[in-house]
């Protein structure tokens, strides 16, 4: 089943505040905001954490459950990489809030450090899962090159290599809870690819075959019979004899095929390719063979 995700907004209200700081007189009025702001994203990075460890412990419990375990199996381990990496990112700002109130850095290397450390976590994040990237790419816009529109994310990391001083530390903690909400909106995803309803079915049909339409006094004859279930979220693409098939009313492909004249043994290649119910792209090939006798 493909999940069509609705991206949470991440909130950017804190970005225009800091911009406002240095028309600030009173020195001691622009401490008391900074520590309290400091302190309102701090809990709302924490309740981030909270949602991802909340989020992955689901998982687990669905991965215990028989109706979502092969589902919950897949996306579980993918969601516990994006938890590390993210509690690793997170911390890492962190301690770089902790070393610039004992000794300050100079703005720009900060820059350069963690726009380093997040077009890694980016390119291991994105990677994970195909239908991740396709979500989430848009979450790093802006960091490879400058655009005229980026992520908030990336807004935040630009503004620290011309931040003064008494800046830096709370754009260190705005990157540093925009990191959470992006990891804390990816382990949401994986969740939400996991449910009871699993594959929704569009076609059903009697699949009956025979072994043989000609056979000898004393030679076997196998009946092959059951119900086929069809998806159209699967994409089937099948190629028969090199040729692309449409799909019937009832999901089949019926592919007619003339036998040659020539007596011989032939085989007719036949591929298909689908979508799994993870999203990742399947293809099953197969030669069927068959034989002409000669007419004599």
Request: glycine content about 6%.
């Amino acid at each position: 089943m493909q999940l069509r995700y609705t991206r949470r907004a991440v909130p950017i209200a804190f970005v225009c505040t800091i911009i406002s700081l240095s028309s600030c007189k009173d020195q001691a009025q622009e401490q008391a905001f900074l520590a309290s702001l400091d302190q309102t994203i701090a809990q709302s990075t924490l309740t981030s954490a909270y949602k991802m460890e909340y989020e992955v412990n689901r998982l687990e419990e669905k991965a215990a459950d028989p109706c979502t375990q092969v589902k919950a199996e897949y996306w579980l381990p993918i969601a516990r990489k994006v938890e590390r990496l993210t509690n690793e990112l997170s911390a890492s700002i962190l301690n770089l809030k902790e070393e610039q109130t004992n000794n300050a850095k100079k703005a720009a290397s900060l820059h350069d450090s963690l726009r380093h450390r997040i077009h890694t976590y980016r390119d291991t994040v994105l990677g994970l899962h195909e239908q991740i990237k396709q979500y989430f790419a848009d979450r790093f816009d802006g960091l490879d090159t400058v655009r005229s529109k980026q992520a908030d994310l990336i807004t935040q990391l630009r503004l620290l290599r011309t931040a003064t001083s008494s800046q830096v530390p709370i754009l260190l903690v705005q990157l540093r809870y925009a990191i959470m909400q992006t990891g804390d909106g990816i382990i949401s995803f994986c969740g939400e690819n996991v449910s009871c309803c699993g594959l929704r079915f569009d076609y059903y049909t009697a699949i009956i075959g025979q072994s043989a339409n000609i056979v000898l006094p004393g030679q076997k004859l196998e009946i092959t019979a059951g119900i086929g279930a069809f998806s159209i979220a699967a994409s089937p693409k099948i190629t028969i004899n090199g040729k692309l098939c449409q799909l019937t009313e009832d999901g089949l492909v019926r592919f007619p095929l003339i036998a040659p004249g020539n007596a011989g043994k032939y085989k007719v290649p036949v591929r298909i390719d689908y979508v799994d119910p993870y999203g990742k792209p399947q293809t099953i090939s197969k030669d069927l063979m068959y034989e002409v006798f000669d007419k004599k």
